[in-house]
């Protein structure tokens, strides 16, 4: 741990000692504003990566209701059918079992 720095009073600051502290404050409140532009950046990929999983979502379930309509009617011909069959299949993977 560093020793701190000799703390001033008012009659013992010298004008070179104020300049210092003030040009660290600037220093700091920059490094905190650009944190806060990667910190709002980062928010909005983050947003905007939730947006599209759930639009992705969204067009698995209408893919899936289609294939699932497609399914139990009896006019579908067997060629759709069995498209929707393999789409399903494709949407809901069997995972081996170990």
């Given at each position: ?72 009617s009896r ?24």
């Amino acid at each position: 741990m560093t020793q701190p720095a000799e703390r001033h009073t008012v009659d013992t600051i010298t004008s070179n000692a104020l300049d210092q502290l003030y040009a660290e404050v600037a220093t700091v409140r920059g490094q905190m504003r650009l944190l806060d532009a990667m910190r709002q950046s980062h928010m909005d990929a983050a947003c905007a990566a939730v947006q599209r999983a759930e639009r992705a979502e969204a067009a698995i379930e209408r893919v899936r209701a289609e294939c699932m309509a497609t399914l139990e009617s009896r006019h579908s011909h067997q060629f759709r059918r069995d498209q929707c069959e393999r789409i399903l299949a494709a949407l809901d993977p069997q995972e081996p079992q170990p």
